[in-house]
């Protein structure tokens, strides 16, 4: 299984971005897909999250602001990002929890996104 991400780059504050990610490989259902990111030296920390059910789960530092939705028939996952601000640049990392024979978490390769004030 592969997660491709794409989307990230340069933005103004008050700009907006569209990140994708799409898992590719055997895949039997896909339980949850999401996007994490990561600020230099501190630890990878939540964005959104979107279930299968269509539950969806926001970090406080981006609600109103982001919007995560899912093509399930492309096991795609998207990430709008509306009135970016200098704080959300970041690594920005997909993640899903991918059922085959077992159940996985995988990581995507992380997509930079700046922001410029």
């Known amino acids: 299984v592969q997660l491709q991400a794409s989307g990230g780059g340069l933005v103004q504050a008050g700009g907006s971005l569209r990140l994708s990610c799409a898992a590719s490989g055997r895949i039997f259902s896909i339980n949850v897909m999401g996007w994490y990111r990561q600020h230099p030296g501190k630890q990878r920390e939540l964005v959104a999250t979107?279930?299968?059910?269509?539950?969806?789960n926001y970090a406080d530092s981006v609600k109103g602001r982001f919007t995560i939705s899912r093509d399930s028939a492309k096991n795609t996952v998207y990430l709008q990002m509306n009135n970016l601000k200098p704080e959300d640049a970041a690594v920005y990392y997909c993640n899903a929890v991918i059922r085959r024979f077992s159940t996985t978490e995988y990581w995507g390769q992380g997509t930079q996104v700046t922001v410029s004030s």
């Open positions: 979107a279930t299968s059910g269509g539950f969806t």
